[in-house]
């Protein structure tokens, strides 16, 4: 699924159209938008989140912008596909690094509290339990910093 449409990645490039006759065409354009929420998928999969993500809508319609961002810039680098690169065009190296920020803040900031479900490193953290005391030792590392053997 994608957050996006092609609605959405038009209004990012005004000044380009998308048809069945134009480089891109519209189906590589849409091929675009499916791609670039893939990898959006992945990532916040990868931050321990369901996806497609459906709510909070703050967090959706931030997603939508992501994903439009990001298949403007992989457009814009089809529309002029004999320059080198994805930053080949001054338009295009604008969108791209728009977009990196903005994947950028998706792996590094907190995400919506309403949008997480399981922390992914939770079973890495100490758990209390209802084991002896001797038993839990496992839990302590076996080298430590600065230990002479």
């Known amino acids: 699924?994608?957050?996006?449409?092609?609605t959405d990645v038009q209004a990012i490039n005004p000044k380009r159209t998308?048809?069945?006759?134009?480089?891109?065409?519209?189906?590589?354009?849409?091929a675009h938008i499916i791609s670039i929420a893939a990898q959006l998928d992945t990532l916040l999969q990868g931050r321990g989140l369901t996806t497609p993500v459906s709510e909070p809508p703050e967090f959706v319609a931030h997603l939508?912008?992501?994903?439009?961002?990001?298949?403007?810039?992989?457009a814009e680098t089809g529309q002029f596909p004999e320059a080198q690169g994805l930053a080949s065009t001054p338009h295009g190296a604008w969108?791209?690094?728009?977009?990196?920020?903005?994947?950028?803040?998706?792996?590094?900031?907190?995400?919506?509290?309403?949008?997480?479900?399981?922390?992914?490193?939770?079973f890495f953290?100490?758990?209390?339990?209802?084991?002896?005391?001797?038993?839990?030792?496992?839990?302590e590392p076996k080298f430590r910093k600065n230990k002479d053997f």
């Open 125 to 139: 953290t100490e758990h209390e339990g209802d084991e002896p005391e001797e038993e839990q030792a496992w839990r």
């Open 64 to 74: 939508k912008q992501v994903n439009a961002y990001g298949a403007a810039a992989l």
């Open 18 to 30: 998308y048809s069945a006759s134009t480089t891109p065409t519209t189906a590589q354009v849409e």
């Open 95 to 122: 969108l791209w690094s728009i977009y990196n920020q903005m994947i950028k803040a998706l792996k590094d900031d907190p995400l919506p509290v309403t949008a997480q479900s399981v922390d992914p490193f939770s």
């Open 1 to 6: 699924m994608s957050y996006c449409t092609m």
